[in-house]
């Protein structure tokens, strides 16, 4: 799978912002994920969802971020709302293999990963 993710910018805090990532290739029955890196922290994941919809999100997102997907156009979305400025960071998108078990084995099915998007909140 080959993934592209696009959206980002610059906004300021308390507003909203949506990313988009664009797959191709073998998509049916993965999962995809949304993971950030902040500037000289290590990665880390934000969302994921299932190729039937069912999500999961880490809990300071909770509330402020959805993600969504349409599979006829093999992208993912994420909706971005209430923005903090220690949201800010690289976005990455990535997906796993068919068939992965998210319940099971969490993030760590993610092996295929696209550019990133930087996002820049303002305070």
């Known amino acids: 799978v080959q993934l592209q993710a696009f959206g980002g910018g610059l906004v300021q805090a308390g507003g909203s912002l949506r990313l988009s990532c664009a797959a191709s290739g073998r998509t049916f029955m993965t999962h995809v994920g949304w993971f950030r890196q902040a500037p000289g922290k290590e990665r880390e994941f934000v969302a994921a969802?299932?190729?039937?919809?069912?999500?999961y999100y880490i809990d300071f997102v909770k509330g402020r971020f959805s993600i969504s997907r349409v599979n006829a156009k093999n992208t993912v979305y994420l909706q971005m709302s209430s923005l903090k400025p220690e949201d800010t960071a690289v976005y990455y998108c990535a997906a796993s293999r068919p068939f992965s078990d998210y319940e099971k084995k969490g993030p760590e099915i993610f092996d295929s990963w696209g550019q990133g998007t930087l996002v820049t909140v303002s305070s």
């Open positions: 969802i299932s190729y039937t919809g069912i999500t």
